[in-house]
């Protein structure tokens, strides 16, 4: 099991910075692949970034490349998603998420790939 724990959403202006962190326990966070999802009311989850166990990979959604930047500490086994530049259309509730991999630089996009979810964080950009 492995137990994941978002945190760093809040309110902020088109323009502005935000940085989510999602903190992991429970296994060896370095075996594990991770990615940012995220959710608006009456959506399906979304696909923002990945990241691959080693960092040595990571894939975006085209709508927040260059904008937003996945990394990953694993010595202090969390996850972290810079989001700059942000839009009115960045706001949803965020998810962290993380899938056992045996392979060091692979990513994965898709959230049925996911078996480990945290709560989610509510991120709210005004116009």
């Known amino acids: 099991q492995v137990q994941l724990v978002e945190s760093g959403g809040g309110l902020v202006q088109a323009g502005g910075s935000l940085r989510l962190s999602c903190a992991a326990s429970?296994?060896?966070?370095?075996?594990?692949?991770m990615a940012w999802f995220r959710q608006t009311p009456g959506k399906e989850r979304e696909f923002v970034a990945a990241i691959s166990r080693s960092a040595v990979s990571t894939y975006y959604t085209d709508s927040v490349k260059g904008r937003f930047t996945i990394s990953r500490d694993n010595a202090k086994n969390a996850v972290y998603l810079q989001m700059n530049s942000l839009k009115p259309e960045d706001t949803a509730v965020y998810y962290c998420a993380a899938i056992y991999s045996f392979s060091s630089s692979a990513y994965y996009t898709r959230r049925s790939d996911y078996g480990y979810w945290g709560q989610g964080t509510q991120v709210t950009v005004s116009s």
């Open positions: 429970g296994r060896p966070f370095s075996n594990y692949a």
